[in-house]
């Protein structure tokens, strides 16, 4: 979710649609299901949309809809592609799906103000670039996956570093963010990579996040680092849950080399401003690599490692304050430098949930430190 042009405008997105987990089937239909990683899709050509949204006066408004699609009217799907690791897509008989070039998990949009969008997905993970049309006009994936691809509509760039299909099941691109000048263009996994294995990942903090140069089209120039955020511990952030539940949701730049973030886990919500510019760059080194071992998921202490994560302030703790807020936020947007605006996803409202908005004022401390950031 980002805000472009006008404090009312507002753009957002779903993701690859209408989903059960067939370990989470007994939660709605009082009994399992399916068994397995599968995953079910009762409407299966479900195509992933933007949405522009106008927020006034305590309402919003749906102004107009993008679905994806590729340059020749192929509409892109929720269905992974070929060789994902990933969850097994099943119809709502329980039969196989199959797989899907043109499939994304979309999670996160950020919009140029030249018109467009780049959109990060889950599956690849990949990022794509989009026009203002919703006419998806390449995708960039890690380098080596494109195999996973053929026949896509889209055309298919390997341009991201390799590593990243070490991402955590369903924990891949869930945040991004445009600086202020629109050159740089921030990108964070939702959760530790599963590097080398997945119980590494369920105890790990460090989350990787990506900063890439693009040129004055909006469209990608070169990878310009690659830095580590340690996320709070979970007794710190939400006592009672596990380090493995503490996931980035959202991002918004301040400036070219710093951000906010949002933090998550159970009840518990923190907003942090990160600090890039004295962090250390993974491009290029050996914690880029697969082969490094220990892997950077299994360090702890960062700085004996020589690592400089990236500065962490926290800003925000919704456990200070007295306002409740719902579950499952997983939008956020700096306002000005006094307010953010969060929204949750409701899943489609399979649960009945519904879709909320919601701002939140910052303390005079957190706008004298935005302010200072900034400035």
Known sequence: MLRVRRRDIFYGLTDRGPNIACKKSAKIFGSQICQGDGMVFPFPTFTPSIYKLQVAGGQVKVLQSLPLHAANQTAMTGLPPASMHSEHALNADLQPLGSSPNGIDSECIAALKTGGFWVGEEYGPSLL??????????????????????????????VLPPLLVKRTVNRGFEGIALAPDQRALFVTLQSPFSNPDKETFKHSRNVRILKIALDEQGNFAKMAGAYVFQVPRAEQLAPGEKQKDVKVSALSAVNDHAVLAMVRAGKGVQVYLLNFAHASSLLGTAWAKAATSPSLEAQDDLEQVGITPAKATLIYDASAGHARLPEKLEGMSLINDRELLFITDNDFGIRGEQTQMLRVPLDAKAVALLRQSAG
């Open 129 to 158: 670039r989009v026009n203002a049309a919703g006419v998806v006009l390449e995708r960039l994936v890690p380098k080596g996956s494109e195999g996973d691809y053929t026949g896509s509509a889209v055309p298919i760039r390997a």
